[in-house]
């Protein structure tokens, strides 16, 4: 069916469980947290469906049972969508093997592969291309960063094909690319049998290395438009903030990229200041007087008078008291956070938790 449409079809893997964003994910899983307004999942599937894809496979596995009641078949999205549940976690690598029976492509098509936690502009179109043209048998995504000791390293020859696969360096000397893997790939539908079937295999660590060994062709393509790894508090903040201003390209977001997004059930004082990509989620309150600078509000969250938010993520049911300031901090879900307290640089505060009025406060000097 693929071949006959020319568009390939797509595994989007989303069941990880998110520990590095935690409190977030206590209750939600990592692609299902709203990011300008939808789960993050929804700019994926609305990117890849943009690109001409309409077959899509979600591997999933942490609170796998949220996804289905949200996305349905995926008609209202123009996909047709199926869900595969693991049993036990397989790794990246198991994930995609584990769901290729529902695959409809011929040996020799092209099937998409998307990370669930990536917010990018990449040209979905010219990576199938490349794979294409190029006669690879895996071919990937690859963007530079400044800063690549975080990553394993991609280098490739003058043609772009990949030379090899190197963990993240430790000394300058190793650090012989700035190209990492951005976690998009097209894989030959055929080489997809080669993994090893119900065991863990990481694509990352044991798939590409062990191809590149067997002297098949990986292709890579670098693609430096946006991209933003979500898989941290800060990271996720800021990507919600990126999609509202239009920094980010998604046909999801739900209003006018400008400074702000306020979901239409959402109450915001007339005198509050909300900039910076803020969202404001349903049925969420901002009191009079407060200040709210590129951050995610969840739904039901209450901000209230006087508080200033920068930064920060305010979960669903929260609440703000009066006065209290929030600098680079993620409140969980139905937490109380009283009036009069300062939060800041990365403070986590646990879903359902209290703390009293004035109990937290830095010191002007520190």
Not at 207 to 212: A, I, W
Not at 330 to 353: K, M, Q, S, Y
Request: proline fraction near 7%; hydrophobic fraction near 40%.
């Amino acid at each position: 069916m693929a071949s006959a449409s020319n568009a390939p079809e797509a595994i989007l893997l989303v069941g990880g469980k998110g520990t590095r964003l935690r409190p977030m994910t206590v209750h939600t899983p990592k692609p299902m947290v709203p990011a300008a307004g939808v789960p993050f999942l929804t700019h994926q599937l609305a990117r890849i469906r943009a690109a001409g894809v309409e077959h899509v496979v979600l591997a999933t596995s942490y609170l796998a049972e949220v996804f289905e009641p949200h996305f349905g078949d995926g008609s209202a999205l123009g996909l047709h969508l199926e869900y595969v549940t693991e049993t036990a976690p397989l790794g990246t690598g198991g994930a995609i093997r584990n769901v290729a029976s529902r695959l409809r492509s011929g040996p020799d098509d092209p099937v998409l592969i998307f990370n669930g936690d990536i917010l990018t502009g990449l040209d979905i179109p010219a990576l199938v291309d490349t794979h294409r043209t190029s006669g690879a048998d895996v071919s990937l995504h690859l963007t530079r960063v400044t800063d690549p000791r975080a990553y394993g390293l991609v280098p490739t020859d003058p043609t772009g094909r990949v030379t090899a696969f190197l963990e993240k360096p430790q000394t300058p000397e190793e650090i012989v690319t700035d190209q990492i893997n951005a976690g998009a790939y097209v894989f030959t539908r055929s080489v997809i049998d080669t993994i090893p079937a119900d065991r863990p295999v990481s694509v990352e660590r044991e798939t590409f290395p062990g191809l590149l060994a067997a002297g098949r062709h990986l292709q890579g393509l670098v693609d430096s438009t946006y991209w933003l790894d979500l898989g941290t508090p800060q990271a996720f903040v800021r990507g919600s903030a990126d999609l509202v201003l239009g920094r980010a390209p998604s046909p999801a977001v739900p209003g006018r990229c400008g400074d702000r997004l306020v979901l239409s059930s959402a109450t915001v004082a007339r005198d509050a200041k909300l900039t910076g990509g803020t969202v404001i989620g349903p049925h969420a309150k901002v009191g009079s007087g407060a200040r709210i600078e590129g951050s995610t509000v969840l739904a039901g969250a209450v901000v209230e008078e006087g508080a200033q938010v920068r930064d920060s993520l305010v979960g669903a049911g929260a609440r703000i008291g009066a006065r209290t300031v929030l600098d680079g901090a993620v409140v969980g879900d139905g937490a109380l956070v009283g009036p009069d307290n300062e939060l800041r640089d990365g403070v986590r505060v646990w879903c359902d938790a209290s703390i009293p009025a004035g109990a937290v406060r830095f010191s002007s000097d520190q």
